[in-house]
């Protein structure tokens, strides 16, 4: 509603030029390149997004141009999870070099299992990381699965309160619950969207981050990325953390603060928009600028609630310009101009909701409601 608000006064004041039109030529020249700029953002974004598809990772989706690629930055749920293509001989080379640096990284580690996993074609390590590990009993897990031509390696632990028979069910029971999904299958059920998979899931208090880019093959100096972390903080009790951490987490306060900082040495910038910015139901912050060097420098972060599913400690979403080589500024130029990295910015950032409705969730901000069958 905001952005339909903005572009409301050009058309006022563009018709309000053209019925000048004798008494007032430079208006009318001035309204013209209005109308101009206008229509130039719009084809931009009719022709980018003439075609979409949605993309979903973690519990996340958003809505993209149909050559937008989805860029895996890694995903936690509850702990680590990596993926690699390969085969058996794959899985077994990185059963072996796991090993190899779990000793490394510390002499007195112990491989205290090393065999067959839970499920079918899988594989896992029980291990301390260390002689205190041991002694505290805090015994690590690797489970290899080999789906296809990938390999997912879940990571694990005992958590508190747990015991090796609780962590191994739940090893088992992630194991159980993952499948392959082709890249542009969106699943309609609880769970969690890897790259080249989906952990069916609807139990949503363990730990839960993920981190994902997208990839423009038309704008290659163009990267969007979101980070998201339920638990961040999650050590803090409310009230420290509403009183304390919540202040001093707001965007909009670390950017005055530098300010207040640096002074004249604050580094100049065009500023294109900034202030509080509502993202679906998250009530969140944007700062939108353009560094001397021509690079569009966007960001809009929320400061949710730890462990809260609904309102994440950390979701934050970036796009720079100028990228390339996966620097920012190594490009010659911005393959955009300032409004059509802001129409951009604006159109994925509103898509941006849950996959499928989570608990405390507002109507608008997820895709599929799994209570609500699609007609």
């Not at 030529?25 to 206008?38: A, D, E, G, R, V």
């Not at 928009?273 to 700062?287: C, I, L």
Request: hydrophobic letters at 35%; proline letters at 5%; aromatic letters at 10%.
């Amino acid at each position: 509603m905001k952005n339909k608000m903005k572009i409301f006064p050009i058309f006022l004041i563009a018709a309000i030029c053209f019925t000048q039109s004798n008494a007032q030529p430079q208006k009318n020249i001035n309204s013209l390149k209005i109308m101009k700029k206008f229509e130039k953002n719009k084809n931009f974004l009719e022709i980018l997004f003439s075609k979409t598809k949605i993309l979903c990772f973690g519990r996340y989706a958003i809505t993209v141009p149909i050559e937008a690629e989805l860029i895996s930055g890694g995903a936690s749920f509850p702990s680590k999870i990596e993926i690699i293509k390969g085969s058996i001989l794959a899985k077994d080379e990185k059963i072996k070099e796991d090993i190899e640096n779990i000793i490394f990284q510390n002499n007195t580690s112990e491989i205290v299992y090393n065999g067959i996993g839970p499920i079918e074609n899988s594989w896992q390590i029980q291990y301390y990381d260390g002689k205190f590990s041991k002694e505290d009993g805090n015994l690590y897990f690797k489970t290899y699965i080999e789906k296809g031509d990938l390999i997912f390696t879940l990571g694990g632990s005992i958590p508190e309160g747990g015991t090796v028979a609780s962590a191994s069910a739940r090893q088992a029971a992630r194991a159980k619950s993952l499948r392959l999904r082709d890249i542009n299958e969106i699943p309609d059920e609880p769970g969690y969207c890897l790259v080249g998979g989906f952990m069916r899931d609807n139990s949503y208090d363990g730990q839960e981050m993920v981190n994902a880019g997208l990839y423009f093959p038309s704008y290659p100096d163009v990267t969007f990325s979101i980070t998201s972390n339920k638990n961040a903080y999650g050590d803090f009790q409310p009230a420290e953390f509403e009183k304390k951490l919540r202040p001093e987490l707001s965007l909009l306060a670390r950017i005055q603060q530098a300010k207040d900082q640096q002074g004249k040495n604050y580094p100049a910038r065009t500023l294109l928009r900034e202030g509080k910015r509502d993202v679906q139901h998250w009530h969140g912050e944007e700062s939108l600028i353009r560094r001397t060097d021509g690079v569009h420098d966007f960001e809009w972060t929320l400061v949710g609630t730890p462990k809260n599913i609904a309102n994440p400690s950390v979701l934050e979403v970036s796009m720079f310009t100028k990228v390339q080589h996966n620097l920012v500024g190594a490009a010659k130029t911005a393959s955009l101009t300032d409004e059509e990295a802001i129409a951009l910015w604006d159109k994925l950032l509103s898509s941006l909701k849950f996959r499928v409705k989570v608990p405390g969730a507002p109507p608008g901000s997820y895709y599929i409601d799994p209570d609500k069958p699609a007609q």
